[in-house]
């Protein structure tokens, strides 16, 4: 077929070449050619072919047959790792198959690990055997163990389908469940059979002399021969009054040929193997004059040996090769060989002389033909001294190779492609393993706070067959590049603040803090997973991520944005603070708070240092929205139409919703980059109010005013806490009370310009103190110390009764701001009033100093006591004094005796 093929396409290319030759006076005719090869070149050009690109390919068109993939089988398990009892479901797919699946034989084995067979043990295979388990394997009582039982095993499954086949008498067989079985599949009915195997390594196609089934047979029985009677039935432990004992729509002969059986389903042992066989056509045709199709089996592995030279005879006896004279780019090869072709008839080799005749132009095989003759002077031929005979005749096609394999040697090749449901899908597939992380930009305290951020991952698999066996191993590598050539060995445990457990069965989460006193710029976390099977073997997977870790230096900054009125009291503006007060901060002053706290409709500013301008390119995103500013009067956050390291936000969610601030900013000059985010929460404002403890400027040690001793609280180790009271305190006498307004969920100024700007009002003994009169009553207000009111000291056994209050809402600046630029209208400003009162009693040093004395213990008690309860007290008390002061009055006053009649 392939010679034909290229007989035509020669004759046709030579047919254009002539018919659309130019044939003008201007240009030779074929007459003045002096030469065929001028003429060929003549063609060629005139019709712009490229010899050299023709001449690949043809090249590439000769071997084309050798490259092409043939039927294939991959499986899929599930579980992939099953323990002993476990059903475990195997889903055949087969691939370069011409059939539809339904119409493919699946001859499904399957090998359990008491048994031992002589392919795979040795000769000695029989000894190995448990007492009794001989027998169990030898389901076809042959005296052997091989693939047939193995067959066996798998195919009573399928075609069993659970019926109770030991409950049954098997007395008469009633339901005609016959089938008859056509190589090639169930489609293939009608068509001659003609059967191939695929020799892997060098892609040709062998055909076998004798097409057979791989189907397991009942002893005495052939399987696909349409005759299922009742030894068969008892033998496949099928239902003799059921036609389709599995339910799967087919006849149980069909179901024991394995007719669309490409799912498997069995209970699982310690140890199982399993394989299928799949018959069905290939997608190319056999080369016979008929509309046959290439029989082939795909195996589980899909190897299998061929044999192209099962006899050994010798190969070549004489060879003549004659070249004819080159003639510019033409050249005839003729090479004559005897041979033993390699088949076999009635015992004797067949000899033939070969003719091969090689036509090649320009490099470029024209035509190649090969014919077979006996020897013309003998029908015998002496080899080796070895005579063999000539079968006379020149029937054989020497383009269509083939082997002596028999159903015996595909049988072999089945003991090869046994898997076990790990090769299937497990140990051969890595786990699929991923990390994730958080906070996505954590910081790192390198001072003695330790307030860097706990860095936490949080893997998971999901491919593992069970997830509490995996084995967890965690590696913390750092680096000042995120892709360095070698990232060095791992940190040990030690050397990670609060680290959990980093190694260990389940431990599929790992968490520490920042707190590196000389931090790298990244870390790199690696995770290595491994699973152990129940058959012995591992699967692994791992997987890694860099985090670029922060110092609390390189931060997203928050301020209260301040806005600004022109003269007219109209046209506001929006800046930084001028005092550059920034907000949610711990208490270091240093560390950024996790969680920023602010009041519906503040203006938030936001900020990155970049005094070196090493930031050229930057993105502000608000909760994953483009975060620009309005126009210029928001100073500082644009710049040649481009975002800065600068801007604003306004805070209109309410209480409890949150905003994520993100930043990328990009260094063009080395590459770097950037990515920070900030998170805040929209809390509703509160204030307390906190005295100072200490303001003994002599002892800064000694504490002076401290809330009341309620108690100690004890934690899970023992280490005790004092809990003390917020709303009542203790204070020496002789030193003044300094009382600080603190708020929470907005930012408060920490100096005041002028006395008019602090609108704080406190009430202390029931006065109404503000800047205006605090020094009528001999008080003081520190404009300079977040506006704190100082007290003068009371007597022993005097009190303070001290409350503030003040009004949270924003200013008329800020409010045009919100009005004009994001529609908040005059009617939908927040606005809270925020109050807070406490109870001051001067003590003694003495009393103070006294921990433990039973005057401050009794003090302490009474003092914490509800007044309802102390009110409910003094009630009783009273009633029991009443009430013994009637008994000692009646006790006093003389008794008097009357006498009745």
Not at 156 to 179: E, F, K
Not at 219 to 226: A, H, I, R
Request: negative net charge.
């Amino acid at each position: 077929m392939k010679k034909k093929i290229k007989k035509i396409l020669f004759a046709l290319f030579i047919s254009l070449g002539v018919f659309s030759l130019d044939i003008t006076p201007t240009r030779a005719d074929w007459q003045s050619l002096a030469n065929p090869v001028e003429a060929m070149n003549a063609i060629l050009d005139d019709l712009g072919v490229n010899k050299n690109e023709l001449k690949y390919s043809i090249q590439t068109m000769n071997v084309a047959r050798q490259k092409k993939n043939p039927p294939m089988v991959s499986l899929s398990f599930d579980p992939t790792d099953p323990v002993p009892g476990e059903k475990v479901t195997v889903i055949a797919t087969p691939t370069n198959f011409l059939n539809n699946t339904e119409d493919l034989y699946f001859t499904w084995y399957l090998k359990n690990k008491r048994c031992y067979d002589r392919e795979t043990d040795g000769v000695g295979y029989k000894n190995k055997f448990a007492s009794g388990d001989f027998e169990k394997c030898d389901l076809n009582d042959t005296g052997e163990v091989d693939i047939e039982d193995y067959k066996i095993k798998a195919m009573r499954i399928l075609a069993n389908y659970d019926y109770p086949w030991d409950q049954s008498s098997y007395t008469a067989d009633t339901d005609n469940d016959g089938y008859t079985a056509y190589f090639g599949g169930d489609d293939q009915k009608g068509k001659l059979e003609h059967c191939y195997i695929h020799n892997v390594e060098t892609g040709d196609e062998y055909e076998l002399e004798t097409c057979a089934h791989l189907f397991p047979n009942a002893p005495g029985d052939e399987t696909g021969d349409n005759k299922f009677g009742l030894t068969e039935e008892e033998f496949w432990r099928t239902n003799p009054y059921a036609k389709d004992t599995s339910n799967t729509g087919n006849t149980d002969e069909a179901n024991v040929a394995g007719l669309g059986e490409n799912v498997f389903t069995f209970t699982y042992t310690a140890g199982d193997k399993i394989g299928v066989a799949i018959e069905g056509i290939s997608t190319e045709p056999t080369q016979y004059e008929d509309a046959s199709y290439k029989t082939m089996w795909a195996l589980t592995k899909n190897t299998c040996d061929v044999s192209t030279d099962q006899n050994a005879y010798p190969k070549t006896t004489t060879t003549v090769q004659q070249n004819t004279p080159s003639i510019g780019y033409t050249t005839t090869t003729i090479t004559t060989e005897d041979i033993v072709d390699g088949t076999q008839i009635n015992d004797s080799a067949t000899i033939r002389t070969l003719t091969r005749i090689v036509v090649t132009f320009a490099g470029v095989v024209i035509s190649d033909e090969t014919t077979s003759t006996c020897p013309p002077e003998t029908s015998t031929i002496i080899i080796d001294d070895t005579t063999y005979d000539c079968s006379g005749t020149d029937a054989t096609d020497q383009s269509i190779l083939t082997t002596d394999m028999t159903v015996d040697n595909l049988n072999d090749c089945l003991y090869k492609n046994l898997v076990t449901p790990a090769e299937g899908g497990g140990a051969t597939e890595k786990l699929d393993v991923s990390l994730s992380y958080s906070p996505e930009n954590p910081i790192n305290d390198a001072g003695e706070n330790k307030n860097g951020d706990e860095l936490s991952f949080k893997s998971s698999v999901i491919n593992a067959s069970n997830s509490a066996y995996l084995n967890y191993t965690w590696e913390v590598f750092a680096n000042d590049e995120p892709n360095p050539d070698s990232w060095g060995s791992a940190l040990s445990k030690s050397a990670l603040d609060d680290a959990t457990q980093t190694s260990g069965l389940g431990i599929n989460s790992f968490k520490f803090k920042l707190n590196f006193e000389e931090s790298k710029k990244y870390l790199k976390i690696k995770l290595t997973v491994n699973d152990t099977l129940t058959e012995g073997g591992e699967r692994e997977g791992h997987t890694d991520v860099v985090v670029p870790i922060f110092s609390s230096e390189k931060r997203i900054k928050v301020y209260t944005a301040k806005v600004s009125l022109d003269t007219d009291g109209k046209n506001p503006t929006v800046s930084l603070p001028d005092n550059s007060q920034e907000r949610c901060l711990l208490d270091d002053e240093t560390t950024p708070a996790a969680l920023c706290e602010i009041a519906q409709n503040e203006i938030i500013a936001v900020k990155i240092d970049n005094a070196d301008s090493a930031y050229t390119d930057f993105l502000w995103t608000l909760d994953g929205e483009n975060l620009t500013c309005p126009d210029i009067n928001f100073q500082g956050c644009i710049s040649n139409d481009k975002q800065t390291n600068i801007s604003y936000f306004p805070v209109l969610k309410i209480s409890e919703d949150q905003y994520s601030v993100n930043l990328s900013a990009l260094n063009t000059g080395t590459g770097e980059r950037l990515d920070l985010t900030r998170v805040f929460k929209v809390s509703a404002p509160a204030v307390k109010i906190i005295p100072n403890e200490k303001t003994n400027p002599a002892d800064s040690s000694q504490y002076t005013c401290r809330g009341l001793l309620l108690g100690d609280y004890i934690d899970i180790y023992g280490k005790s806490f004092e809990d003390r009271s917020n709303t009542k305190f203790q204070a020496l006498t002789g030193y003044n009370l300094e009382l600080y307004p603190v708020f929470s969920g907005i930012d408060t100024p920490e100096t005041f310009a002028k006395p008019e700007d602090c609108p704080y009002k406190w009430n202390v003994d029931g006065n109404i103190i503000t800047t205006a009169n605090v020094t009528d009553y001999g008080y003081s207000i520190d404009l300079n110390d977040y506006g704190k009111l100082i007290l003068p000291p009371k007597n022993y056994g005097e009190s303070y009764k001290i409350s503030f209050s003040n009004l949270f809402t924003q200013n008329n600046a800020v409010k045009q701001v919100l009005n004009k630029y994001w529609n908040v209208s005059y009617n939908g400003f927040y606005e809270k009033k925020l109050t807070d009162s406490i109870e001051v009693a001067m003590v003694s040093a003495e009393i103070a100093q006294k921990e433990n004395s039973p005057q401050k213990i009794f003090a302490t008690v009474s003092s914490g006591i509800p007044n309802y309860i102390a009110f409910l007290f003094r009630i009783i008390l009273s009633g029991v004094v009443i009430i013994f002061s009637v008994k000692i009055i009646f006790f006093i006053l003389p008794r008097s005796n009357s006498n009745e009649f």
